[in-house]
């Protein structure tokens, strides 16, 4: 929600426009978010591994979303590939 107030305000006049390698990125970053929770429903891994795998994810994406808000200039957190669309 900072980003998207920033983007109002501070850099209206700016256009951050995504590009298709960023667009790529946030895709197979959201599709490998997923992957832990489908694959014990097709009897491909465990429950216990499915589990250990997606808070594993989990915890990575959200190290990776702490970085971005903290750490990054508003400039280039608007552009960080790892965010929600």
Known sequence: ???AWLRK???SDH???SKLPSRIVLILYNFIWWIPVVLPFIKV???HAGFIAFFFIT???ALLN???INMLPPE???LFPFRQP
């Open 1 to 3: 929600m900072r980003f």
């Open 9 to 11: 305000t501070k850099y």
């Open 15 to 17: 256009t951050f426009a």
């Open 45 to 47: 891994m465990s429950y």
């Open 59 to 61: 915890m990575v994406r």
């Open 66 to 68: 702490v970085y971005r």
């Open 76 to 78: 280039k957190g608007i």
